[in-house]
């Protein structure tokens, strides 16, 4: 019965659709615990100053790398369009 799930970055309970559908990168052999909208802000804020291939997965522990599909995939506009 448990489809809500805390997220580890806002600690909002959140239905799992809310969370990815796939591993944020192909080095992601976790639970997705962190809500897209974190992910998104994760990948924003991270790419201040930044280029694309810099990018980490934000689940503590992890480590993974985001390619530059995993980006496009996950990022929202915005930051897509500074990327460019
Ligand atoms: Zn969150
Ligand atoms: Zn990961």
Avoid at 55 to 78: F, K, M, N, S
């Amino acid at each position: 019965m448990d489809k809500e799930r805390e997220c580890v970055v806002c600690y909002d309970r959140k239905v799992l659709a809310e969370y990815p559908d796939r591993p944020v990168t192909d080095a992601c052999h976790h639970e997705q615990l962190v809500c897209r909208d974190c992910l998104q802000q994760s990948i924003s804020s991270q790419s201040n100053g930044k280029v694309y291939n810099q990018i980490d997965c934000p689940t503590e522990g992890c480590g993974g790398r985001l390619a530059y599909a995993d980006v496009q995939r996950w990022a929202d506009h915005d930051t897509l369009v500074r990327q460019v």
